[in-house]
């Protein structure tokens, strides 16, 4: 295992780049190709990355960059691995997509890729939301949130879909490695690229980053940001390897998923019911991945019926 | 027809700013269009905000070319831009500046308010979101709008989204800006070079569109070429590391979005290159041992 400490010096994503101060997409690819080093060739579809990394005539990347559309890079990846195998060159092809092109536009391509077991790695950067061009809903983006798509009126007050189960879809896949990750836990972070990279086969890296002005929160806080949302359950961190699940970090006692909102505009209009709805999620989440530590306090405030009431929700506004 | 230009950094307001000028206009029964420019760019990168107004119906929809009046939401923007291009003769310009008039080189002498509104921005409405304060320095300045107007158009701009509260602040800055403007005339001594950039033929251009690393006249090109882009003028703070109470556990070199901060094993020591700070605060936030502070940028 390879600690801060032993990570490189030389920065394989250059400084210069024009994302927005305190970028956690900036972040996250920054350490994540300094644990794959040189010896990897990108694939950015469309999305905020593509953006500010790679400007006429200015890249950021020192590895070989490659950007088509938004729906293939499980596809071109798969493309890229091909041909670096024909010509006899040890180099892992790595798809950089954000939640947008993996959870809705890019699932199709993806899912292609992890049937055939391509030898690749797919990292995918979830910001909640398609923040590139302009913040709209994604399928990733989570109960309550206000997006462009799905904003704050008098009726409805933000999304009210909660956040695809993209780690179960994937693992179905019955992948050699599937893995969620977060910049505010740097070893655990480290520890999951580095074994990604030494492991045969589709291998899924599935980043939490921050977005400064789609999450409308102060720049300084992309980091703890992270942190609060491991600690209340909003985002746990966990591996699959070879279908077998294993919890990786194992926060301490449950936090109110308030404490975690209440740091981010999008979510400050929550009434204290959808706030309630939201951690009725958040606890069935958490008693689903952390079993033995038994149900948290912060859970028994509802009653175990109010866990339909979101189907029933549903089913009111879109029919049976 | 009155036209106004606004040069500003994404996340400061200028769009806002121009369209809270062009409804203060029309609450003083005048017609008044504003809209914005901008490229691919994340918040800090420069933006252009227009606004004309007129006592007839508008119909031109061209960018602003020739202005009779720039507001310039951030003084670091004076290094990189020739604000003053197009100037109508008798035009002025406002600048958020901590300098006095005087003080600033705008290439030709001409009438210059200045306010330091990103101090005002701060006090008030505790982020560095200098649109409304730069606005009572426009009013002040060129007397095109009254100051009344110009509140009653910020409650309602920003009342309408933001809600009354950050409505009744923002027109509290634009109140203290008016006041704390110091009207006077540039200098005129440097002379303005556009930056140099790197056009290629269509013959010079690699199959496919790919670009492989180079240099050219303009810097360089291609992978890892960014470093020719120094962002350091996006930010409104940047971090001081206190070298004695540094543990060296290396977070901020690892958290740091930007590489800002650089790491040199061989002498075991972390340096900070400012060209490339944007201030965002991560690494002082994030510090174990409290060694980083964020202090005010172009102090």
Redesign the interface.
């Known amino acids: 295992m390879i600690t801060i400490k032993e990570l490189p010096d030389e920065n394989l994503f250059t400084a210069g780049h024009t994302a927005c101060p305190g970028c956690g997409v900036a972040m996250s690819i920054r350490n994540a190709i300094r644990v794959l080093g040189k010896d990897t060739s990108v694939y950015v579809p469309a999305s905020c990355a593509v953006v500010f990394g790679t400007t006429f005539p200015y890249g950021a990347w020192k590895v070989p960059f490659f950007h088509t559309a938004f729906e293939n890079t499980g596809a071109c990846i798969t493309g890229m691995q091909a041909a670096f195998e024909k010509k006899g060159k040890k180099v892992t092809a790595v798809g950089f997509a954000g939640d947008g092109g993996t959870y809705d536009i890019g699932l199709q391509s993806m899912s292609g890729a992890a049937e055939r077991n391509e030898d690749v790695i797919y990292i995918c950067l979830d910001n909640e939301a398609y923040m590139n061009t302009g913040i709209q809903r994604s399928g990733g983006t989570p109960f309550g949130a206000w997006t462009t798509t799905t904003p704050v009126g008098t009726k409805v007050q933000g999304n009210r879909r909660f956040k695809k189960n993209l780690g179960e879809i994937v693992a179905a896949h019955e992948i050699p490695y599937y893995a969620t990750l977060s910049i505010g836990h740097p070893l655990d972070f480290i520890r999951k690229v580095e074994k990604a990279k030494n492991i045969k086969g589709f291998r899924f890296l599935h980043m939490f980053t921050p977005c400064i002005p789609g999450w409308k929160m102060d720049p300084a806080k992309t980091v703890e940001v992270t942190k609060r949302a491991v600690e209340s359950g909003m985002w746990t961190l966990y591996e699959v390897e070879n279908g077998e699940k294993k919890i990786t970090f194992k926060p301490g006692k449950m936090k109110s998923v308030r404490d975690y909102l209440m740091m981010q505009g999008r979510f400050r209009h929550m009434s204290d019911e959808d706030i309630k709805k939201l951690q009725m999620w958040v606890c069935k989440k958490w008693n689903l991945h952390y079993k033995e530590k038994g149900a948290p306090e912060v859970c028994e405030i509802v009653p175990p019926e109010e866990h339909h009431a979101v189907t029933e929700e549903h089913r009111e506004m879109h029919g049976p | 027809m009155f036209e106004v230009r606004f040069h500003g950094r994404?996340?400061q307001g200028a769009v806002m700013a121009a369209e809270a000028l062009a409804e203060a206009a029309v609450i003083e029964g005048n017609y008044a269009v504003a809209f914005p420019f901008f490229g691919?760019?994340?918040?800090?990168?420069p933006v252009l905000a227009f606004t004309r107004i007129d006592s007839k119906k508008i119909y031109s929809k061209t960018q602003v070319y020739s202005p009779d009046c720039v507001v310039v939401l951030d003084d670091s923007l004076l290094d990189t831009i020739d604000v003053v291009a197009g100037l109508k003769p008798g035009g002025s310009v406002v600048i958020n500046s901590r300098d006095k008039p005087e003080d600033i080189d705008l290439g030709i002498s001409v009438k210059t308010a200045v306010v330091d509104a990103t101090s005002v921005a701060l006090e008030i409405l505790k982020a560095p979101i200098t649109n409304t304060a730069i606005l009572g320095a426009f009013a002040r300045a060129t007397g095109v709008i009254k100051l009344e107007s110009l509140e009653e158009a910020i409650k309602r701009r920003f009342g309408e989204k933001l809600g009354e509260k950050v409505a009744e602040r923002n027109s509290l800055a634009a109140r203290t800006a008016y006041g704390r403007t110091v009207i006077g005339t540039s200098k005129g001594i440097k002379k303005l070079e556009s930056k140099k950039q790197?056009l290629?033929k269509y013959q010079e251009l690699p199959a496919g569109g790919s670009?492989i690393e180079g240099k050219t006249e303009a810097g360089?090109?291609?992978?890892?070429?960014?470093?020719?882009?120094?962002?350091s003028g996006?930010?409104t703070f940047r971090p001081l590391r206190d070298r004695e109470k540094c543990t060296m556990?290396?977070?901020c070199?690892?958290?740091?979005?930007?590489?800002?901060i650089?790491?040199?094993?061989d002498r075991g020591d972390l340096m900070t290159?400012y060209?490339?700070c944007?201030?965002?605060?991560?690494c002082?936030?994030?510090c174990p041992v409290d060694a980083i502070k964020?202090v005010r940028a172009r102090a």
């Open positions: 994404g996340g691919a760019e994340r918040r800090g990168a790197w290629p670009l360089l090109i291609g992978p890892g070429s960014f470093i020719e882009n120094k962002v996006w930010a556990c290396l977070l070199w690892f958290y740091c979005p930007e590489g800002t650089v790491r040199i094993s290159n060209d490339y944007k201030g965002c605060g991560v002082a936030n994030e964020m």
